[in-house]
Every structure is written in structure tokens, then in C-alpha cells.
């Protein structure tokens, strides 16, 4: 790509970027409904039977909410992080290509967490799906990080201190996810726990916006 | 989420939830589809028996129809919605993912319901189905209170007839599909025929919008 | 929907529903590569067969290319219909609905006939795959049928002779996909013949749009 | 298609054709991820059992990074492209239509090659991948061609040297895949490091776009 493709594209909007993320993260959070599974059908099952078949996927339910409102959150902060720039980087579109290729990971590892929470892979399949979030939150500060040190790629209204705001509030994830991850050989409900603990602390922080 | 970054997010108009939120839908609706099974190919199979198979499969069919319209509708309540407002709120974009997620289990109890629409299970599936909905219609209701109670978010121009208007129409979901889920233990088609009629009324009725 | 909200919705242009309707294209376009089947992996396999394997599923590529670019020009004749109109109507919405209810189906068409395609119930799967084609362009003719007879939703630069010119390009569909559906029991291959003949056809004479 | 509706047509700005590419592109990036296959649960599966048949699924995670990021590039040029022009042809958005379609195959061949690559028939997986990456590569071609020969559907600013500039920046894809098809015979690596060379060669040369 060559000097005079840049200026072509560097004067560039934002708009198409959001829209090709928006649409990976309403297709990644849609699939997450693929693992909600149907008892296989059974001439023999009873309507009492069904509801038992189904009663015991409670793990599936529990996976597929709190998978489902972190990757909404995610896609809130990006959101939130786009109103920051105007201009796009290369090196902020590969950052938001990690980010996004992260994201689509998550019905993967949901599905592991809900097929193996009561078999003793367990604590291995939690510490995968935490793990996968302490990539995706680092992809986010990743993300910051390229906002922070390149000052032609955001809005000339956009402070330090909203940037410090921001980070403030990023800052959790990490170390979290990554406590979330160690936690699940503790037990995988430390993972479950702290991923959904973080998920209703952002949501009710998040006041207005 | 810190004030600095609020303010930023504050100011934004609603373009981007609500192409989020198609998004969903868009995918959503497509997914039903992957419910229509093609037979098990044998090389017995005649073109008769071909064409006998596919007919067997006819609750598929009708499950296919009634979700999609069912689901086209709730888009276009939620594009209704989306029109009488100018601002989100951390609880709008909350509400609004919990009917988004709950959109992505449509599938799902689609499926369920033409799988054991003619097993012993068919009444506890097609509670689950009514069900479904009826989570689905009390976030529509939650949706519209969200707007009643936070003038700041609505247009200028939106008075509270208008708002009594939206509400009143969409006062038929909670309690008929209720009803829709308790009847299934009188026949699945009790179910089915609420279902049906819902969408249909709700066409029928939204002359020009 | 009372009055108010109609009034509400009324004014509205028709830039959601384009949204959503290319959402919907987009997804179910894309799912049509589902059906290109991976060859069960055998550690037998050597290179040579597993290129025979592949080229076994010649029937697969056929139909996925023609399946997609069929899809394509009818997403290219959406595009054009919606050039004519500024505003959407209750049964505008809803026949654009069922256009994309039956184009979701598309895929699961295609897959009957490959899966089909050399056994003997291939002519019952290519007349279903010719009746689909069939009951879509019907619902092309009902969304311009909507169109003429209410002068309200379309642009007002739109003249009697434009609504004319796209009325005898898509007037060719009903009666050769009826032709494709009733041909298929003469043989797949006249099914498959004039699906593909149409669309190469249709993009042949559209020359500059 | 006739005179009238192409005069339509021919007036409108090429928004709806990226937000339809768009739309494929974001469905296809994420159906990558469904090639993350959960190893099927076992009730002996200790967390280190689980972990080891994790880690055996590796070509998985190469084949999944190196397609993204692949798709990723594609996507990004097919943007900078896109920025070239502000009128569609006919024959630009088949080209168009046809660089979409090999895309959403390319999930297929991804799978190809991670069910494969340490069976027998590698070499012809990875072949086919390599091979799909040209078909591809010729696609950027042919949308470049189109818009070197017809001057009317590129935006005024557009210098002939903008077109060269891209043109050979392109011009590296067919050949490098071609290479990375038929190296498929010598060791299925030199397609993987081929193909992971190609993006991240193009990702660290577009420093700013």
C-alpha cells in the first residue's frame, strides 16, 4: 500500500470501520444462542421429562447470559472508544482486528465452559474462557494505547482527563480476567463469578452514555 | 465509565444502537432458517417419497413462518421505539441488550418446538416457546418505561398521547402471550394459534408506518 | 400501533429497512457457504483421493455459485426497488418481509439439491429448489404491484414508464422459475439450466446500475 | 433492466454496496470461529487431558489467526478501493459480487485445511486454500481493471498514479498465492507461511490508512 493509497484513505471517517465492527460483534453475540442446545428428541420424553432435559442445561443459560452481556459491554466500550477518534490508523485497524478476532472466540470458549462445567475438564475449560478475556481486555488497552501516543487519530475536543477516565475504567479488566483465570482451578465458579461480577460492576457504573 | 467519558457518550445520537440492533436481528431472523432440515438423503428415496418426507416436516414450516413474522414485527416495534427518542442511557442500552438476547433465543425455542411438536414433550416445548415471548414483550414494556420515565432521552415532539398510543399497542404482548404459554398444556396448538394471531393482528392493524 | 405512532413511523425515510434487508441478504448469502461439506477426514486420504473427494462435490459448487449470484441480483433488484420509493408503508413492510423470509430459505433449497442431486428424489428437490424462486419473484411482483397503486411511497420523480421498465425486467421470473419448477421433473439439469441461464441474463442486460 | 431504472440506479453513490460488502464480510470473518471445534466432552477428561487436546488442535488456531487477519486485509483493501470510486457499474458490482463469494468460501477452505493438515491429504488442502486466495487475488484485479478502463466511476481526484500505486501494491496476490498453491506439494507449511507472510507483510507496509 503505497503513499498516495494512505492519503486516500487517511482522510477517511470512522463510519465504515464502526459498521464492519458492529456487524461482527452482532453476528459473534448472535451465535452465542447457537449453543443453547435441544434435548435430543426422544419419543419416551414426557413434558415433565422436557422440562428436566432442559432444567439440567442450566450451565448453558448461565454461560450464554453472562457471555452475552460481557460481549454487549465490550461492544458499549468500543462504542465509547470510537466517539474518542476521527481518523483511523493502520496500526489502530489491526489493533481492532485483534480485538475483533478475540471476540469471535467467545462462543468457542462459552461453548467449552457450558459442555465441561460439570465434568472434571472444568477448571480447564473456565480457565480458557478467562483467558480469553484477558486477551480481549488487553486488545482494549492495546487500543487506548495507540489513541494515547498518536494525537492526529483523535478528536481535538478530547482531553487527557477523558483519556484518564477511560483507561481508569479499562484499568479493571486485566488483572480481573486474569485473577478469573487463575481462580478457576480454585473452582470454575470463581471464573463464572468474577466474569459476571464485572459485567453487572460495568453495567451499573455506566450511568449515562 | 467515568463523568469525562459519559459527556462523550451522552452527546451521541442513537445511529449506532440501532444498527447494532439490526444487526441482531438481521442475524437472528437468518438463523431460523437453519431450523428447516433437509431428510436424511437415502439412495431409496423416490421423488414421492422425497416429496412425503419434506411434507412430514410441515411444523417446521408454520414454526418457521410464525417466528419470522414474529420477529420481523418486533423489529418493527423496535424501529417504532428507536424513533421516539434522540438519546440512549446506560439503562436504555441495558434494556435494549436484554431484548436483543432474548431475540437470539427465538431460534432456539423455534427449534424446540418443531422437534417435539409431535412427542409426548410438545406441551412442556411450546411453553417455552410462549415464554419466550413473554420475556420477550415484558423488555418491550421495559423499553417504553425507560422512555416514560427519563424525559431527557425522548424527542421534543413526542407527547404523551403518542407514548399512551405505543404503550396501548404493545399492552396485548405480556398477558396474551401468558396465555399463550398456560394454554400449551391444553394442546400445543393453543400456543401456535395465540402466536399466529398475534403477528397477524399486529400486521393487520399497523396500516401505514 | 395507533395513529400517533403510525404518523411517528410515517415520516420516516427508508434507510432502516434497507439496513436491515441488506443484513439479511448479507447473512443469508453468506450461510450458502455452510453447504460447501468438508470430506469426512480419513487418515487414508492420500492427496489424489482427497482431490477426488472434492471433485465428487462438483454438484455443491453449482449450485452454491448459482444459488449466491441469484441471491446477489435479487439484492441488486432490492437496491433498485428501494431507489424508487421514500417512504415505507405497513404492506410494503411487511411484502419485504416475506421477500426475505423466502430468501433466508434459499439456503436450505440449495443444500436439498445437492445432497440430492444424483440420488432419485433429485427432481423432487429441484422443483422445491425452482418452486422457492418461484414464490421469491412473486413477491417481487407483489412489492411493485404495492408500489404502483400507491403513489404516496414512491419518489415523486419516479415516472409511470420507470415503474413500467422495472415491471417488464422482472415480469420474466414467475413464469421461468414456474418453467425451472415444472421442468425438474423432466430432469435436474433443465431446473438448473434456466436458474443459471436467469441470472446471467439478468446480469448481462443490466449494463450500468 | 432498462433504460429508466439503470438512470435510477446509475445516481446512486456506492453507500448500500459497501454496507451489503460489509455485511458479508463481517458474517464470514465470524463463521472462521465456528471452526474452533470444542474436543467432545468426556466424563475421563481431566483439566490436563483437556488442555493436551486443546493443544492438539493448534492447526486450528494458525489456520483461524491466519484467516481473519487474511479476510482482515481483504476487507481493509477492498475499503481503500472502495474510496477510489463514487459510481458502481454493472460490471463492478459482479466483480464485486464474485470477490464476496469466494470470500465467504473462505471459511471452507480454512476448515479444509485444519481437519487435514496432519492427515495425508495436507498437501491438497492446502492447495485448495492456496487456490482460493488467487481466485481472490485475481478479483482485486478485475475490480481494479474495471475501474482503470471506465473513468466514470472513479471519484475526479483519483490521479492515475493513486491507480498505480494501488495496482501495485496488488499486484504481489496472485502470483505469492499461485506460489502458495503449487508449494502446497512440497510441504503444506510453505502454503501456511506464505499466506501468514502475505498479511503480515501487507499489515506492517500500510502504516497509516
Known amino acids: 500500500m503505497d503513499e498516495a493509497q494512505k492519503a486516500t484513505i487517511e482522510e477517511s471517517d470512522t463510519g465504515r470501520v464502526e459498521a464492519f465492527s458492529d456487524g461482527v460483534f452482532a453476528v459473534a453475540i448472535t451465535l452465542l444462542a447457537l449453543d443453547l442446545q435441544v434435548p435430543h428428541p426422544s419419543a419416551n420424553h414426557s413434558a415433565r421429562e422436557l422440562a428436566a432435559a432442559l432444567a439440567r442445561e442450566w450451565p448453558s443459560y448461565v454461560a450464554f447470559v453472562t457471555s452475552f452481556f460481557t460481549v454487549l459491554i465490550m461492544w458499549v466500550s468500543h462504542h465509547g472508544f470510537f466517539k474518542l477518534i476521527h481518523r ?9 482486528g485483534y480485538v475483533l478476532m478475540m471476540t469471535t472466540a467467545v462462543p468457542f470458549a462459552t461453548s467449552l465452559v457450558t459442555q ?3 465434568l472434571p475438564g472444568a477448571k ?4 480458557v ?3 480469553t478475556f484477558v486477551l480481549i481486555s488487553l486488545g482494549f488497552s492495546l ?3 495507540t489513541v494515547v501516543s498518536d494525537a492526529g487519530t483523535r478528536k481535538p475536543d478530547v482531553t487527557r482527563e477523558t483519556l484518564d477516565c477511560v483507561r481508569k475504567s479499562w484499568r479493571l479488566g486485566p488483572p ?3 485473577l478469573a483465570t487463575v481462580g478457576a482451578f480454585v473452582s470454575p465458579y470463581v ?4 466474569c459476571t461480577g464485572l459485567w453487572v460492576y460495568w453495567a451499573g457504573t455506566a450511568r449515562e452514555f
Chains 1, 2, 3, 4 share one sequence.
Open 143 to 145: 487500543l487506548l494505547r
Open 191 to 194: 471464573t463464572i463469578g468474577i
Open 88 to 96: 483511523t490508523s493502520a496500526r489502530l485497524l489491526f489493533v481492532n
Open 124 to 127: 480447564m475449560a473456565c480457565a
Open 129 to 131: 474462557y478467562g483467558g
Open 116 to 118: 465441561y462445567l460439570r
Open 176 to 178: 480481573l480476567y486474569a
